[in-house]
């Protein structure tokens, strides 16, 4: 009798081991689902069940029209952010240097434009971790004397430089060059231009855009050195610390799992 006591005594701590263990296998996989949405609890957009995003659909394969819509890499991994976030992506193209403006105005929740981290861009807003890297690339005419980026800091040197209004190329190049140097252009198409109309001597943009547009314009090439190398982050208004939170979280999200890896992979061969 005692030791039929005994087996039924053990078999039934051994039932409420395995039942504790499964109750803890729950409870661990409903934090790792919720993680995402105990982020967003909190977090309040400019319109109820929306995500707006402001960007400059100029800047490919970041941002760029196609077939009626804004596609590219910001485009694709502000839509997961998006579903993580149990809203739908709105995206508003407008000039790169009315972004911070329109975030700041609560026009929309946040800016993502391949949009650089920087010590003045951090007085205006708020910045999620970083994304993906970028580098500040220099395109010239095929046949120009500019062959490095040292000979724009060459002494005596006096090329024209042309850059997109409000990005980090502008903010670099007028602190290097001065403004006498550095015409500001609404796109970076228009600065191309203006380097194939000889108005300018190069253009200082980022790198995957100065690629597609040396492609798609014969008689320019792309510096192999760099102008400077930088990290993309998405901007959110000062304070809102809620949406900033809920957006660092599916970041770090999609990227453990691969999802930004693979968007990237797709338009950067």
Do not use: W
Not at 41 to 67: C, Q, R, W
């Amino acid at each position: 009798m005692k030791k039929v006591l005994a087996i039924i005594l053990c078999l039934s701590l051994v039932f409420a081991f395995a039942a504790c263990g499964k109750d803890a296998k729950k409870s661990d996989a409903k934090k790792t689902e919720s993680q995402t949405d105990v982020a967003t609890t909190a977090v309040k957009t400019v319109k109820d069940g929306k995500l707006i995003m402001a960007t400059n659909a100029s800047f490919p394969p970041y941002e760029y029209h196609e077939g009626g819509k804004i596609i590219g890499i910001d485009a694709e991994i502000a839509g997961e952010i998006a579903k993580k976030l149990g809203l739908e992506l709105v995206i508003e193209d407008m000039e790169f240097a009315s972004i911070i403006s329109a975030v700041q105005a609560d026009s929309v929740d946040f800016g993502m434009a391949g949009m650089t981290v920087n010590e003045d861009r951090l007085k205006e807003v708020d910045f999620s971790i970083s994304y993906a890297n970028g580098v500040q690339a220099i395109i010239v005419k095929e046949d120009s004397p500019i062959t490095t980026v040292d000979d724009l800091f060459a002494e005596g040197a006096a090329y024209k430089v042309g850059v997109q209004l409000g990005t980090t190329g502008d903010i670099y190049s007028v602190d290097d060059f001065g403004e006498d140097l550095v015409t500001q252009y609404t796109t970076g198409n228009e600065a191309v231009v203006a380097l194939l109309g000889g108005d300018i001597d190069c253009v200082i943009i980022d790198n995957e855009p100065a690629k597609a547009y040396v492609a798609n314009n014969k008689g320019l090439k792309v510096l192999d050195t760099a102008y400077a190398d930088e990290d993309y982050a998405i901007c959110i208004k000062k304070g809102n610390t809620a949406l900033k939170d809920a957006v660092d979280v599916a970041l770090e999200e999609l990227i453990a799992d691969g999802t930004v890896a693979k968007i990237v992979a797709k338009y950067i061969k």
